[in-house]
C-alpha cells in the first residue's frame, strides 16, 4: 500500500472524468456586489464574549497552521516506513479497564502508582485513558485471537494519543502522542534488530542527526532472579541514605532503584551493580545474536546497563533513543523499547514472546526544532481561480472542481474580495499560477493563466487548461525550495531517493 502521489492522483481523476470543459454564458457581465461591512459586528461580538470563552484542559495542545503539518507529514512518513517493514496498522480504543494497565504496565512502576487518567463511567465501571500503547495491543490481539492468525509473527503498529495525569505544575504534557511498533509471536533476535532499526530509520528519514541508541539486556527470568538478589543485598545497608520511593522500590521491584531520578548520581547508585554479570549463558548469547544484527543493519549503538526502562514487563533486549541535542534537557529520550516475553501469559494468554517500542512524536518535532531541520513540507496552491462578475463565478465554481477532480490544489475566492484583494489572497496562499477570469475571455473559450513568479500571462484555450496547467507546474516544481537540507531528509539523501511520500 502507498499514497498515491499527485501524478498518480491526476491518471486517477483523469481516467473518471471528461476532460472539457464548457463555459455557457447566462447572464452577461453582471458584477458581483464586493466589501466586508458585516465584519465589524462580528468582532464586536466577540470581543463582548471573551470572558466567556472555554480553554482547553492543562497540559494539552491544539495543533494547527504549519504545525499541523508537520505532525501529517511525520504520520505519513511513519505509515510509509512500517508499510515497508510489513507492519500492520492496529487502532485500539483510548480508554480501556484500569485492570488492563495495572495487571499489563504493573503495579509497582511510576505510570500506573502516580499517572493514570483515571475515572469511573456512568456504568460505575473504573476506567483509564491509556497511558501507553503495548498493554492495549496485546490485549488486543488476545480478545481477537490473532495468536492463531496463519502468518506468524504478528507485526503491528499504532500511532495515537496517550494519556497521563500528571501535576499541572510538572509542565508535562497530559496528552501525548505516540508511535510505536509490537511483535508478537517470535523470540528471534532479529527482531529485536529489526524493531530497533524502524525507529532508528524514522530518526534517520526526518534528518535527526544527533541521536544515540543504548541498549542493555535484562536477560531472562533466572538471570534477572540473580541480578534482584545481589540488587537488594547491595542497596540495604544504604537504604536509609536513599529517597522514599526507593525503599519502596527495594520491596517491589529492586530494579526500579536504578530509574531513579533522585539518587541517579549518587555515589550508591554509580557503584550499583550491573546486569550484565548476571546474565546465565543462554541469556548472554541471546544479547551477542541481537548485537550482531545491528551491526549487520549497520547500526550504531552502545551497550548501556544502567537502562531497566520504567515498566514491569521487560525481559532480555532493552533499548532508548537519546536525542544529543543541545538545550534538550535531562529528558532526552526520544523513544524505547525492549523485549517482554512475560507480559501475554501476566494478562492471561497463552505463552507468547513480544517486542515492541514506542516514540514520543511530540518530543521528535521538538528535536527536529533544535536541530533545525526544516520537513519537506509543500506549502503553497498550484492555482488561485479569480474573478469579479457573477458569470465568472459561476464558472470559477465548476471549473474549481473540476480542476480538483483532476489532481490540481486549487483555491478561490470566498468573501466577495476586489480583483487586487484576491492577488494579495493568492500571494498569501503562495499561488504557483493565477486564473484570471474574464467574461470577455470566456465567450472566446479562452482563460488568462499568469505565472505568479515570473508574472507572465498566457491566453489558453479552454480545453487546454489543465495540460497547460500541468506542463508548467511541471517546470515550476523541479524546484520549489521546499527543502534545504543538503541531505539527510527524504528528498535529498541519495538511500531515500526513491521514498517520496
Ligand atoms: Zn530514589
Same mark, same amino acid.
Given at each position: 500500500?502507498?499514497?498515491?502521489?499527485?501524478?498518480?492522483?491526476?491518471?486517477?481523476?483523469?481516467?473518471?472524468?471528461?476532460?472539457?470543459?464548457?463555459?455557457?454564458?447566462?447572464?452577461?457581465?453582471?458584477?458581483?456586489?464586493?466589501?466586508?461591512?458585516?465584519?465589524?459586528?462580528?468582532?464586536?461580538?466577540?470581543?463582548?464574549?471573551?470572558?466567556?470563552?472555554?480553554?482547553?484542559?492543562?497540559?494539552?495542545?491544539?495543533?494547527?497552521?504549519?504545525?499541523?503539518?508537520?505532525?501529517?507529514?511525520?504520520?505519513?512518513?511513519?505509515?510509509?516506513?512500517?508499510? #515497508?517493514?510489513?507492519?500492520?496498522?492496529?487502532?485500539?480504543?483510548?480508554?480501556?479497564?484500569?485492570?488492563?494497565?495495572?495487571?499489563?504496565?504493573?503495579?509497582?512502576?511510576?505510570?500506573?502508582?502516580?499517572?493514570?487518567?483515571?475515572?469511573?463511567?456512568?456504568?460505575? #465501571?473504573?476506567?483509564?485513558?491509556?497511558?501507553? !500503547?503495548?498493554?492495549?495491543?496485546?490485549?488486543?490481539?488476545?480478545?481477537?485471537?490473532?495468536? /492463531?492468525?496463519?502468518?506468524?509473527?504478528?507485526? =503491528?503498529?499504532?500511532?495515537?494519543?496517550?494519556?497521563?495525569?500528571?501535576?499541572?505544575?510538572?509542565?508535562?504534557?497530559?496528552?501525548?502522542?505516540?508511535? !510505536?511498533?509490537?511483535?508478537?509471536?517470535?523470540?528471534?533476535?532479529?527482531?529485536?534488530?529489526?524493531?530497533?532499526?524502524?525507529? %532508528?530509520?524514522?530518526?534517520?528519514?526526518?534528518?535527526?542527526?544527533?541521536?544515540?541508541?543504548?541498549?542493555?539486556?535484562?536477560?531472562?527470568?533466572?538471570?534477572?532472579?540473580?541480578?534482584?538478589?545481589?540488587?537488594?543485598?547491595?542497596?540495604?545497608?544504604?537504604?536509609?541514605?536513599? @529517597?522514599?520511593?526507593?525503599?519502596?522500590?527495594?520491596?517491589?521491584?529492586? =530494579?526500579?532503584?536504578?530509574?531513579?531520578? %533522585?539518587?541517579?548520581?549518587?555515589?550508591?547508585?554509580?557503584?550499583?551493580?550491573?546486569?550484565?554479570?548476571?546474565?546465565?549463558?543462554?541469556?548472554?548469547?541471546?544479547?551477542?545474536?541481537?548485537?550482531?544484527?545491528?551491526?549487520?543493519?549497520?547500526?550504531?549503538?552502545? %551497550?548501556?546497563?544502567?537502562?531497566?526502562? /520504567?515498566?514491569?514487563?521487560?525481559?532480555?533486549?532493552?533499548?532508548?533513543?537519546?536525542?544529543?541535542?543541545?538545550?534538550?534537557?535531562?529528558?532526552?529520550?526520544?523513544?524505547?523499547?525492549?523485549?517482554?516475553?512475560?507480559?501475554?501469559?501476566?494478562?492471561?494468554?497463552?505463552?507468547?514472546?513480544?517486542?515492541?517500542?514506542?516514540?514520543?512524536?511530540?518530543?521528535?518535532?521538538?528535536? =527536529?526544532?533544535?536541530?533545525?531541520?526544516? =520537513?519537506?513540507?509543500?506549502?503553497?496552491?498550484?492555482?488561485?481561480?479569480?474573478?469579479?462578475?457573477?458569470?465568472?463565478?459561476?464558472?470559477?465554481?465548476?471549473?474549481?472542481?473540476?480542476?480538483?477532480?483532476?489532481?490540481?490544489?486549487?483555491?478561490?475566492?470566498?468573501?466577495?474580495?476586489?480583483?487586487?484583494?484576491?492577488?494579495?489572497?493568492?500571494?498569501?496562499?503562495?499561488?504557483?499560477?493565477?486564473?484570471?477570469?474574464?467574461?470577455?475571455?470566456?465567450?472566446?473559450?479562452?482563460?488568462?493563466?499568469?505565472?505568479?513568479?515570473?508574472?507572465?500571462?498566457?491566453?489558453?484555450?479552454?480545453?487546454?487548461?489543465?495540460?497547460?496547467?500541468?506542463?508548467?507546474?511541471?517546470?515550476?516544481?523541479?524546484?520549489?525550495?521546499?527543502?534545504?537540507?543538503?541531505?539527510? @531528509?527524504?528528498?535529498?539523501?541519495?538511500?531515500?531517493?526513491? #521514498?517520496?511520500?
Amino acid at each position: 500500500m502507498k499514497i498515491p502521489t499527485k501524478e498518480e492522483m491526476k491518471t486517477l481523476f483523469r481516467n473518471r472524468k471528461s476532460h472539457s470543459l464548457r463555459y455557457q454564458v447566462k447572464e452577461k457581465n453582471k458584477v458581483a456586489p464586493r466589501g466586508n461591512s458585516s465584519f465589524g459586528g462580528a468582532t464586536f461580538l466577540f470581543e463582548e464574549r471573551r470572558d466567556f470563552m472555554i480553554t482547553k484542559p492543562k497540559g494539552c495542545h491544539d495543533i494547527y497552521g504549519i504545525e499541523a503539518k508537520k505532525w501529517k507529514y511525520i504520520d505519513r512518513l511513519i505509515d510509509e516506513v512500517c508499510t #515497508r517493514y510489513g507492519y500492520q496498522p492496529i487502532r485500539t480504543p483510548i480508554f480501556e479497564s484500569s485492570e488492563l494497565f495495572h495487571r499489563g504496565v504493573g503495579e509497582s512502576s511510576d505510570i500506573v502508582t502516580k499517572e493514570t487518567y483515571d475515572f469511573i463511567d456512568r456504568g460505575d #465501571r473504573k476506567m483509564t485513558l491509556r497511558p501507553e !500503547g503495548t498493554a492495549g495491543v496485546v490485549r488486543s490481539y488476545l480478545e481477537n485471537k490473532m495468536y /492463531g492468525d496463519a502468518t506468524q509473527p504478528v507485526k =503491528l503498529y499504532y500511532n495515537g494519543t496517550m494519556y497521563r495525569y500528571e501535576r499541572p505544575q510538572s509542565g508535562r504534557d497530559r496528552e501525548l502522542t505516540q508511535f !510505536g511498533v509490537e511483535v508478537l509471536g517470535t523470540d528471534d533476535p532479529m527482531i529485536d534488530a529489526e524493531v530497533i532499526s524502524i525507529a %532508528v530509520n524514522i530518526y534517520r528519514l526526518v534528518g535527526l542527526k544527533g541521536i544515540k541508541v543504548n541498549i542493555n539486556s535484562l536477560g531472562d527470568q533466572e538471570s534477572r532472579n540473580q541480578y534482584r538478589k545481589a540488587l537488594v543485598e547491595y542497596f540495604t545497608p544504604h537504604i536509609d541514605e536513599m @529517597c522514599e520511593d526507593c525503599k519502596v522500590r527495594l520491596e517491589k521491584n529492586p =530494579l526500579r532503584i536504578l530509574d531513579c531520578k %533522585v539518587d541517579c548520581d549518587t555515589e550508591i547508585m554509580k557503584n550499583a551493580p550491573i546486569i550484565l554479570d548476571y546474565l546465565n549463558e543462554s541469556s548472554k548469547e541471546r544479547f551477542e545474536q541481537v548485537k550482531k544484527y545491528l551491526g549487520l543493519l549497520d547500526i550504531d549503538y552502545e %551497550v548501556n546497563p544502567k537502562i531497566v526502562r /520504567g515498566l514491569d514487563y521487560y525481559d532480555h533486549t532493552v533499548f532508548e533513543v537519546e536525542a544529543m541535542v543541545e538545550g534538550f534537557g535531562s529528558q532526552n529520550v526520544l523513544g524505547a523499547g525492549g523485549r517482554y516475553n512475560h507480559l501475554v501469559e501476566t494478562l492471561g494468554g497463552p505463552s507468547t514472546p513480544g517486542m515492541g517500542f514506542a516514540m514520543g512524536l511530540g518530543r521528535l518535532l521538538l528535536a =527536529l526544532e533544535k536541530e533545525e531541520i526544516k =520537513l519537506p513540507i509543500e506549502e503553497g496552491i498550484d492555482a488561485f481561480v479569480m474573478y469579479v462578475s457573477d458569470t465568472e463565478k459561476d464558472y470559477a465554481v465548476t471549473l474549481v472542481q473540476e480542476l480538483r477532480m483532476n489532481g490540481f490544489q486549487v483555491e478561490t475566492e470566498y468573501t466577495g474580495r476586489s480583483l487586487k484583494a484576491q492577488f494579495k489572497q493568492a500571494d498569501r496562499l503562495k499561488s504557483k499560477f493565477l486564473l484570471l477570469l474574464n467574461d470577455e475571455d470566456l465567450k472566446n473559450n479562452e482563460i488568462k493563466i499568469k505565472n505568479n513568479q515570473t508574472k507572465e500571462e498566457t491566453l489558453v484555450e479552454i480545453d487546454y487548461v489543465m495540460y497547460y496547467l500541468e506542463e508548467m507546474l511541471e517546470q515550476v516544481e523541479v524546484d520549489d525550495g521546499s527543502c534545504n537540507q543538503e541531505d539527510g @531528509c527524504c528528498c535529498h539523501s541519495d538511500e531515500i531517493d526513491d #521514498r517520496k511520500i
